[in-house]
């Protein structure tokens, strides 16, 4: 009887190693400010889309349905900050606005030691968007994703019209 064996899954930059090192990038770039879960969750798909919001060009290519792309991160970020705060990466306090993420005792070595051209362009797109967005108070921070959120809106109902489905 013949074993039938999976094909090799294709390499992502979308699983909780990936999310992890992009969590701590920003973290590092933010330090010694922390942030909670969800403004994570948005630097994350911020950091990868830069482009999108008048930054330097995205480091990964644009995706036809942004607002999905956006929605699936939450669970991602949150395993991706776990994985991260086993090796001092990333530290998780709880202060009286809830719990915040910080970058841990090891990040900034860590950091230092990734030197290929992706990590570089990933460190500098960190440090844009944590100068652009990162300290935006979070009224602002909303006020800047629900623009972004009504274009991702407007471009699915173009999609959802170009299939023939009614808006």
Same mark, same amino acid.
């Given at each position: 009887?013949?074993?039938?064996?999976?094909?090799? #899954?294709?390499?992502?930059?979308?699983?909780?190693?990936?999310? !992890?090192? /992009?969590?701590? +990038?920003?973290?590092? $770039? =933010?330090?010694?400010?922390?942030?909670?879960?969800?403004?994570?969750?948005?630097?994350?798909?911020?950091?990868?889309?830069?482009?999108?919001?008048?930054?330097?060009?995205?480091?990964?290519?644009?995706?036809?349905?942004?607002?999905?792309?956006?929605?699936?991160?939450?669970?991602?970020?949150?395993?991706?900050?776990?994985?991260?705060?086993? #090796?001092?990466?990333?530290?998780?306090?709880?202060?009286?606005? !809830?719990? /915040?993420?910080? +970058?841990?005792?090891? $990040? =900034?070595?860590?950091?230092?030691?990734?030197?290929?051209?992706?990590?570089?362009?990933?460190?500098?797109?960190?440090?844009?968007?944590?100068?652009?967005?990162?300290?935006?108070?979070?009224?602002?921070?909303?006020?800047?994703?629900?623009?972004?959120?009504?274009?991702?809106?407007?471009?699915?109902?173009?999609?959802?019209?170009?299939?023939?489905?009614?808006?």
């Amino acid at each position: 009887m013949d074993v039938i064996t999976p094909a090799p #899954r294709p390499a992502t930059f979308n699983g909780p190693l990936e999310a !992890g090192v /992009r969590a701590v +990038a920003v973290l590092g $770039a =933010a330090h010694p400010a922390s942030f909670d879960l969800q403004r994570l969750v948005t630097l994350d798909y911020l950091l990868v889309h830069t482009g999108d919001i008048g930054g330097p060009t995205s480091l990964h290519p644009p995706t036809p349905m942004k607002s999905a792309e956006f929605l699936i991160r939450r669970k991602l970020v949150e395993q991706a900050l776990l994985l991260m705060m086993t #090796r001092d990466l990333v530290s998780r306090d709880a202060t009286p606005d !809830g719990i /915040r993420y910080s +970058a841990g005792e090891s $990040a =900034a070595v860590f950091l230092n030691a990734l030197q290929s051209d992706y990590m570089k362009a990933l460190k500098e797109r960190a440090a844009w968007l944590v100068d652009r967005v990162g300290h935006l108070p979070d009224a602002e921070f909303r006020a800047l994703m629900r623009r972004f959120f009504d274009q991702w809106v407007e471009e699915f109902q173009q999609v959802e019209r170009s299939l023939g489905v009614e808006a």
